[in-house]
């Protein structure tokens, strides 16, 4: 691993824990569709929680909170 690579995969990593993690409905949010360019509504159909299904709605807004809570953390946002 070269490192760029290393930097790249520490980030990364840095940003989905500051999000909840991977298992988390932000962090899977993020990496499915700003990571891996799905649609909200393919996410939203994929994606599960507690058993029960997301709706489209319920999706964009973990998606818009995981958003936001990434901003906060690279230090955008109101001072």
């Not at 995969?9 to 962090?27: F, N, Q, T, Y």
């Not at 569709?33 to 939203?44: D, K, N, T």
């Not at 709706?55 to 953390?73: M, S």
């Amino acid at each position: 691993m070269t490192e760029r690579c290393a930097w790249a995969r520490k980030h990364l990593g840095e940003a989905l824990d500051a999000v909840g993690g991977i298992g988390s409905p932000g962090g899977c949010a993020v990496w499915h569709i700003a990571g891996l360019g799905q649609s909200v509504r393919e996410w939203s159909v994929m994606a599960g929680w507690n058993g029960r299904t997301l709706n489209q709605y319920e999706a964009k807004g973990i998606l818009v909170g995981a958003l936001g809570v990434l901003a906060g953390h690279y230090g955008y946002g109101t001072r």
